[in-house]
């Protein structure tokens, strides 16, 4: 009995420690972390008609453009990116 729970534990030590419970941000989630974002460092700027565009593309649920383009957005602008998980 005792070998079958060492088992046990050893086998849980090794998922936690591998992150296989680890959860990501899916990309909805952090498309619209970056919206937040830009929103933030850019109140007293004009508008952006490039930002204005990725945060459309983000809530239509075209997540990859929309990513993209705030990304290179934030980063022309020197705004560290959020992690992603």
Do not use: W
Not at 18 to 39: I, K, N, P, V, W
Not at 53 to 71: H, P, Q, T, W
Request: hydrophobic share 40%.
């Amino acid at each position: 009995m005792r070998v079958g729970r060492m088992l046990a534990l050893t086998g849980c030590v090794v998922l936690v420690s591998t992150g296989s419970f680890a959860q990501t941000m899916g990309d909805a989630d952090y498309c619209h972390q970056l919206s937040s974002l830009y929103r933030m460092f850019s109140r007293a700027q004009t508008a952006n008609a490039t930002a204005a565009a990725a945060m459309n593309e983000c809530d239509k649920g075209n997540y990859a453009v929309g990513i993209s383009r705030l990304e290179e957005i934030l980063n022309g602008r020197r705004i560290p990116l959020p992690p992603r998980g």
